[in-house]
């Protein structure tokens, strides 16, 4: 690649960054990324790894509201927020609630449904072209469940994600669960099973996507954190690092749950909210599930991987709190046993938590910042950034280059 060439600087190399990375590089830019910490290192490490169209809806729906504040008042529900003087919180939390009735609900899911399914159509490619080796399987995500009650809801759900989404799930009474994966206990109610879901190991993702990027002269700087932008002209000229000035023509900010803390440097209040959750990973439980599955009545994720194993999920709106808590681990072991004969490995291998970057409406912000216009920001993927990574990269360059956006880029604007 030449030096007329276009310049852009990714700020941020976890995987939204490294999406729009790969896709600027197939602009034509010459791409430096540089990350705080290490390439990787944020909510894209340890994450359960679904790569799951199925999840249309986001989590502003109704009835949401009381279940938020019911974790309040219970330190162990799955969904917890931790009381305390925030006016950011406070208002993220009333323009959620806002957003908690059906018609937003929907309007939210069409969207997103967007971005999920042309990022699966997505990954087929760049399995192929980067390539990426990251245990990529495709059997699809099952919805367990343990009470006859809770299953027979989700019928109602089913129904909306078939009417408005053609998104349907097939369900599976009593026994009949353990014909799709063995590997659960006997005696449950049954489960909803969608059948095209897929899912990776989201170390190996990025591990691989690096190697990628580096073999086509992406420079890669760690520890290296964005401070500011210097101007000129009315443009943003270089970005004020840490570890200097770096100039480039171009400049994504793909932070996560940092975004809102670069306010200063983008001209504008990001409205996201770091949104905690945790994983364990341990070696194989024997027997172990093939399939990925959810458990819905304790919010506990399971992803079988080649050799490991790994339980996950939990959602905490507690800022930017780095502790690890045990309690908040012990809820995914306690939802596993519940539902597995074997609930997880001999071996613990890791424990970890990330910070999920969360919007009130559960759309990213794809947008120009107000205050530089070379300036872009891809954030608040929520609780699907792996599975919308590669559509919102390649939105990101249609954008910087004017070229045709191949999905509507209105609904991720700034709000
Ligand atoms: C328990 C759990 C399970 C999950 N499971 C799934 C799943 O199965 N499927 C799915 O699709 N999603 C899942 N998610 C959500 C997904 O992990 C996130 O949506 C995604 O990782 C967000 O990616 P990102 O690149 O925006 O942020 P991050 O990966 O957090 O990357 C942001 C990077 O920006 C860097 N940074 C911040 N500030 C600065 C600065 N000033 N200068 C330089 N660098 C900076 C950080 O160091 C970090 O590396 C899960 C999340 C959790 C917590």
Request: aromatic share 10%.
């Amino acid at each position: 690649m030449s030096s007329d060439n276009p310049s852009a600087l990714i700020i941020g190399c976890g995987v939204i960054g490294t999406a729009c990375a790969h896709y600027l590089v197939e602009a034509g830019f010459r791409v430096t990324m540089i990350d705080a910490q290490g390439f990787g290192q944020g909510c894209s490490q340890a994450n359960c790894g679904l790569i799951c169209p199925s999840h249309v809806l986001p989590l502003a729906e109704p009835g949401a509201v009381w279940r938020a504040l019911f974790g309040m008042l219970q330190p162990n529900a799955p969904l917890r927020i931790k009381l305390r003087l925030d006016p950011q919180l406070a208002a993220w939390f009333l323009r959620f609630a806002w957003r908690c009735n059906r018609r937003d609900m929907l309007e939210a899911g069409r969207h997103r449904q967007a971005l999920l399914q042309s990022s699966l159509h997505l990954y087929g490619e760049l399995r192929e072209e980067v390539p990426l080796d990251c245990q990529w399987r495709q059997r699809g995500l099952l919805f367990a469940y343990q009470s006859e009650a809770e299953l027979e809801r989700y019928a109602e759900t089913d129904q909306l994600l078939r009417e408005y989404f053609d998104e349907p799930a097939s369900r599976h009474d009593g026994g009949a669960v353990r014909q799709i994966e063995p590997a659960l206990k006997p005696g449950l109610a049954g489960g909803w099973y969608y059948e095209s879901d897929a899912h990776l190991r989201p170390e190996q993702l990025l591990a691989s996507w690096r190697r990628g990027l580096e073999g086509r002269g992406v420079k890669i700087r760690e520890n290296c954190e964005l401070r500011d932008f210097a101007e000129r002209s009315g443009r943003a000229n270089s970005a004020v690092t840490s570890e200097g000035d770096l100039a480039a023509d171009v400049f994504v900010v793909a932070t996560g749950a940092w975004t809102p803390q670069l306010h200063r440097p983008l001209g504008c209040r990001v409205p996201i909210q770091p949104g905690k959750g945790y994983s364990i990973t341990t070696s194989s439980p024997k027997p172990s599930p093939t399939v990925p599955l959810i458990f819905p009545e304790c919010k506990v994720a399971v992803t079988p991987f080649e050799a490991d194993f790994r339980l996950g999920s939990t959602m905490e709106f507690a800022g930017y709190d780095t502790s690890l808590n045990p309690q908040r681990l012990e809820l995914l072991r306690r939802g596993a046993e519940r539902f597995l004969e074997a609930p997880y490995g001999d071996e613990e291998r890791d424990r970890w938590y990330g910070w999920r970057p969360m919007t009130f409406d559960g759309l990213p912000i794809i947008d120009r910042s107000p205050r530089f216009d070379n300036v872009w920001i891809a954030a608040g993927h929520n609780m699907l950034g792996l599975s919308m990574a590669p559509a919102t990269g390649k939105l990101v360059a249609e954008l910087v280059t004017g070229s045709p956006p191949h999905v509507t880029p209105e609904p991720f604007r700034l709000r």
